[in-house]
């Protein structure tokens, strides 16, 4: 069992960052892989990025890369996400999960409850 607690959302002015956390407490946290998801209002959730257990790999979608950042900090049980020169249509729900690097949510087991980012024009 993997519990995570995402935070650092908010509300935000194009072109602006934000960083998110997501704490994990429960199973060993170090040795699980990780990824980002958001889903906006009437649409599916979206894979943002993943990174492997260790931080040595990552993956982004293509629109975030070169302005969001994924990043861990094993000691302290925290995966970050790091997003600058935000646009609007990166407004979103986003969530934290367990347990793969894919691009498909179902591949993840454990899932946050999710922080809102809302980007203003």
């Known amino acids: 069992q993997l519990q995570l607690v995402e935070s650092g959302g908010g509300l935000v002015q194009a072109g602006g960052s934000l960083r998110l956390s997501c704490a994990a407490s429960?199973?060993?946290?170090?040795?699980?892989?990780m990824g980002w998801f958001r889903q906006a209002p009437g649409k599916e959730r979206e894979f943002v990025g993943a990174i492997s257990w260790s931080g040595g790999s990552t993956s982004y979608l293509d629109s975030v890369k070169g302005r969001f950042t994924i990043s861990r900090d094993n000691a302290k049980n925290t995966l970050y996400l790091q997003m600058n020169s935000l646009k609007p249509e990166d407004t979103a729900v986003y969530y934290c999960?367990?347990?793969?690097?894919?691009?498909?949510?179902?591949?993840?087991?454990?899932w946050g409850q999710g922080t809102q980012v809302t980007v203003s024009s």
């Open positions: 999960a367990a347990g793969s690097m894919s691009t498909l949510y179902k591949t993840y087991t454990y």
């Open positions: 429960g199973r060993t946290f170090s040795s699980v892989n």
